[in-house]
């Protein structure tokens, strides 16, 4: 069956530091998503793609974010400069976008836990 | 999207039937009410969809109450493996924008062997 990978699995950065944050979502989907969850607490949505743009991005999801699909595979999420309270496990999602809106699934990565020192 | 309620915890026994209770008051006639689920570690998980009937698939069964105000996620035989933190979403069918997910606090479910 299909799935959405995500790598590294665990990244380990000093503050101040970027990263990029690198997703492969399922092949034949068109929407993609990042959500980010703080350890211990809710899942938090931050931007979802759609047609090579940002069609919707959360208050989270400032300056110090951005996204971008490089190929046609990997789904980037980038963070310029990285601060403590950036640590979290950061989900990529994507969906197929056909069909009933409101019937749509969304299929979660295995996420990366982003440590920030 | 419209806001859901559910407890904080739950609990079973190993191959006991779980119904997972969830609050909609306020859902409009035009919202899905989704499930998801999030295995300790993992990403979240879809689990079933329904907007009126009530739904089955191989994973679990979604009974909506005739008013819509309220829905039951059921496990037929809870294993070890259901034990998650289960969410219940609502979804706009008119809702034509990136489509985000919502997620509240869920439902820990606790599987005793």
């Known amino acids: 069956e299909p799935e959405v990978t995500q790598t590294p699995s665990h990244q380990v950065t000093q503050m101040g530091q970027e990263v990029i944050l690198r997703c492969v979502p399922i092949?034949?989907?068109?929407?993609f998503y990042w959500y980010r969850q703080i350890l211990g607490q809710k899942v938090e949505f931050l931007v979802s793609?759609?047609?090579?743009?940002?069609?919707?991005k959360s208050e989270i999801f400032d300056d110090q974010f951005s996204v971008e699909r490089p190929d046609g595979s990997n789904f980037t999420l980038k963070i310029r400069s990285t601060k403590l309270e950036d640590s979290a496990m950061y989900f990529c999602?994507?969906?197929?976008?056909?069909?009933?809106?409101?019937?749509?699934?969304?299929?979660f990565g295995p996420g990366t836990r982003l440590t920030v020192l | 999207d419209a806001k859901t309620t559910q407890p904080n915890s739950m609990e079973s026994n190993e191959e006991e039937p779980v119904h997972l209770p969830c609050n909609h008051s306020?859902?409009?006639?035009?919202?899905?009410i989704h499930w998801y689920r999030q295995l300790p570690s993992q990403g979240p998980e879809y689990v079933i969809h329904?907007?009126?009937s009530n739904v089955n698939n191989r994973m679990a069964s979604l009974a909506i109450a005739e008013d819509r105000k309220s829905s039951t996620l059921i496990l037929h035989r809870a294993t070890l493996r259901d034990a998650a933190v289960y969410y219940c979403?609502?979804?706009?069918?008119?809702?034509?924008?990136?489509?985000?997910?919502?997620f509240g606090e869920g439902t820990q479910l606790t599987v005793n062997p």
């Open positions: 092949s034949n989907h068109l929407y």
């Open positions: 329904g907007l009126t």
């Open positions: 793609f759609y047609n090579n743009e940002i069609s919707e």
């Open positions: 999602a994507s969906r197929p976008g056909v069909g009933v809106w409101g019937t749509d699934t969304q299929y």
């Open positions: 979403i609502l979804r706009d069918a008119q809702e034509t924008s990136g489509s985000r997910l919502t």
């Open positions: 306020t859902i409009s006639g035009t919202d899905y």
